[in-house]
């Protein structure tokens, strides 16, 4: 099972943007448990951020061939990417959505997701935990494990 952990715009500079909403996490950091995690499951992890809503989609679309499901937190681009959309529509694989702070309780805007009707799931709230909920998700979906343990 291999799994892609895909992170959009200014996620490169968790850590020090606005800690009080997103945490004093560093994405090495975060990216560094959810290898772990993934190792101690036997699930191959790879990573990919990127600010470029190009590159997002290019690895989204290389994904299909080489990853069986993808962890995706696309930043603003949630809110109104409608080509990220259509990539995530365009796989096959599943993607879950995560979120480090709960966008129900920020601005209006952050409310609409537009790649949530195409994402298998979505998990906001929860800190880097996001993540980790995500992998398991995955792991259990791809049938890892049973969805009641």
């Known amino acids: 099972m291999k799994i892609l952990v895909m992170n959009g715009p200014n996620l490169n500079l968790l850590g020090e943007r606005e800690p009080a909403i997103y945490g004093g996490d560093t994405l090495k950091s975060i990216n560094d448990e959810i290898l772990d995690r993934a190792m101690e499951l036997g699930i191959e992890t790879t990573f990919y951020q990127s600010n470029s809503e190009g590159g997002l989609i290019d690895r989204l679309h290389e994904a299909r061939l080489d990853c069986d499901g993808v962890i995706l937190n696309a930043g603003a681009y949630t809110h109104y990417s409608y080509a990220i959309r259509d990539a995530i529509a365009a796989i096959k694989i599943p993607v879950v959505e995560v979120h480090l702070s709960n966008v129900n309780n920020r601005d209006e805007f952050r409310k ?33 494990a049973d969805e009641r343990s």
């Open 112 to 144: 609409n997701s537009v790649i949530a009707p195409v994402c298998r799931g979505t998990i906001a709230g929860f800190g880097k935990m996001s993540y980790m909920l995500a992998l398991y998700a995955l792991y259990n979906m791809l049938g890892g």
